[in-house]
């Protein structure tokens, strides 16, 4: 009888052992899939952010507005406001994105967000050989199509400097633009 209490006594020991660590690794266990319950949380809304960027890059007005932005936040935190204009009219009636008022030569220079992304996507997204040949012609086209733009509008015998810049807002498009 004594052996058999004895080993009665035991098993519950054991038991209750079993039973706290069974709580102590099912309260781990919560905290972890909370943490990850969180995680999700914070990559869901990091796909909406990036779902938002997207459909904003996907529309060339929005894009160009973010561009005109990025150029503005730029200009404004490093320039004296007296040596930069944002939408100055031209003798022509254009409107470069940013004028820089810099002493003659070379005088006012206009800058210009341009983002062409199109082609670029498909140049990323290609998967042939063929594909990306055409994209680069299609990518590299679009970028000589905004400059000759530039140069048309923004450069003004007199008025502007021989030169204007054009503003990338993308670090990626200008990568492939600068290889």
């Given at each position: 009888n004594y052996r058999l209490d004895n080993l009665s006594s035991q098993v519950n020991e054991s038991l209750n052992l079993n039973?706290?660590?069974?709580?102590?690794?099912?309260?781990?266990?919560?905290?972890?899939?909370?943490?990850?319950?969180?995680?999700?949380?914070?990559?869901?809304?990091?796909?909406?952010?990036?779902?938002?960027?997207?459909?904003?890059?996907?529309?060339?007005?929005a894009r160009g507005a973010y561009g005109e932005v990025q150029l503005n936040d730029i200009i404004s935190n490093i320039l004296p406001p007296t040596t930069y204009s944002f939408q100055h009219m031209l003798s022509n009636g254009t409107k470069p994105d940013c004028i820089l008022k810099l002493p003659n030569p070379p005088g006012m220079i206009a800058v210009d967000a341009k983002f062409p992304l199109e082609n670029f996507q498909n140049l990323k997204n290609s998967n042939t050989e063929d594909q990306k040949n055409k994209a680069i012609r299609l990518f590299?086209?679009?970028?000589?199509?905004?400059?000759?733009?530039?140069?048309?509008?923004?450069?003004?015998?007199?008025?502007?400097?021989?030169?204007?810049?054009?503003?990338?807002?993308?670090?990626?498009?200008?990568?492939?633009?600068?290889t």
């Open positions: 039973s706290n660590k069974t709580s102590e690794s099912l309260g781990e266990l919560k905290k972890h899939l909370s943490k990850i319950d969180e995680a999700q949380k914070n990559i869901y809304e990091i796909s909406n952010d990036i779902t938002s960027l997207q459909n904003i890059l996907s529309n060339k007005q590299a086209s679009d970028v000589l199509t905004h400059i000759k733009s530039i140069k048309e509008k923004y450069i003004i015998p007199g008025e502007t400097a021989e030169s204007a810049i054009m503003f990338i807002p993308s670090e990626s498009v200008y990568s492939e633009i600068y």
